[in-house]
Each structure stands twice: as C-alpha cells, then as structure tokens.
C-alpha cells in the first residue's frame, strides 16, 4: 500500500538577498555651516539690495534671509542638532550684513561714489556708527523673525 510521492523539483531560480539597510542620514556638518556661509553672503548682499531698491526694511525679505540660510544648511548638513541654531545665528549674521549693505549703498547715491569708495572713505566702524543710529524696533523684529524662519526651515529641510 504505499504510494509512488515525488517530492516537488527544486526551483529554478535563486532568491535574491536581502536590499542593504540605508545608509544613516548624518549629514556632513562641516559641509553644511560652509553651505549656509554662502547662503548667509548672499542672502545678505539680496536683502541689502531689496532695500536699496524700495528705500526701507521689509519682514519677507529678512524671512527670506533666514528661508535660504536653514535651507542651505539643512539640506546639505543633514540631521544634526547643531545646525538650526548654526543656521539661526547666521541669519542674523546676514541681516546685519545686509542692513550695513544699504547703509554702503545710500551712501553711494549721496555721494556719486562706488562701494568701495565708500567702504575706503568711511570705514567699517564709520558704517557701523551709522547703522546704530538708524535702528529702530522693527530691525530687532527683523532679526528675530530671520532667526526663527533659519531655525525652523533647517529643522525642517533635515528630515
């Protein structure tokens, strides 16, 4: 009584091996501050030209200052609690690069003179003397929302 059992064929295929876990996503910090450097230069060079342009600080330009500044830092530094609070503290690096720009470039246009001219004539200390009596609050609000807007969107463009 016993019954003819084949058992099966082995198949005819091989399995593939298992995909490789993701590499984690650290990021390169270095690279990241070098990024947001740049973005805080020439963040600062639009923002000051912005203002020439329409003759007074805007709120979206300076949250665009702090957008292209945690951008930067974020996207190529990775997830790195460090790099929001870099990013925050260039962003205002960048507004008041910005704001000492259009200082520079007010002065061109009283004077019929360049940049540089300017820079050489007045000096860095002069620029920043006159920067100190133009400040009202609202330039502190500015500084404020740059910082935030850089903190928040490099958190954001790390995940």
């Known amino acids: 009584m016993s019954q003819n059992f084949q058992p099966p064929a082995p198949a005819s295929y091989t399995e593939?091996?298992?995909?490789?876990?993701?590499?984690?996503?650290?990021?390169?910090?270095?690279?990241?501050?070098?990024?947001?450097?740049?973005?805080?230069?020439?963040?600062?060079?639009?923002?000051?030209?912005?203002?020439?342009?329409?003759?007074?600080?805007?709120?979206?330009?300076?949250?665009?200052?702090?957008?292209?500044?945690?951008?930067?830092?974020?996207?190529?530094?990775?997830?790195?609690?460090?790099?929001?609070?870099?990013?925050?503290?260039?962003?205002?690096?960048a507004v008041y690069l910005g704001q000492l720009f259009f200082?520079?470039?007010?002065?061109?246009?009283?004077?019929?003179?360049g940049v540089m001219d300017v820079i050489d004539k007045v000096g860095v200390s002069g620029l920043n003397a006159v920067w100190k009596e133009s400040l009202d609050p609202i330039s502190f609000l500015f500084f404020g929302l740059a910082a935030f807007v850089a903190f928040g969107s490099a958190k954001k463009a790390s995940d």
Do not use: C, F, H, Q
């Open 16 to 93: 593939a091996p298992a995909p490789a876990p993701a590499p984690a996503r650290g990021g390169n910090v270095g690279l990241g501050i070098a990024a947001g450097v740049v973005a805080a230069l020439v963040a600062a060079a639009a923002y000051g030209g912005i203002m020439n342009a329409l003759d007074r600080e805007i709120g979206y330009a300076a949250a665009g200052v702090g957008l292209l500044v945690g951008l930067a830092a974020g996207k190529i530094g990775g997830r790195n609690p460090v790099l929001p609070v870099v990013a925050a503290v260039l962003s205002l690096g």
């Open 103 to 113: 200082v520079v470039l007010v002065a061109t246009k009283i004077d019929n003179s």
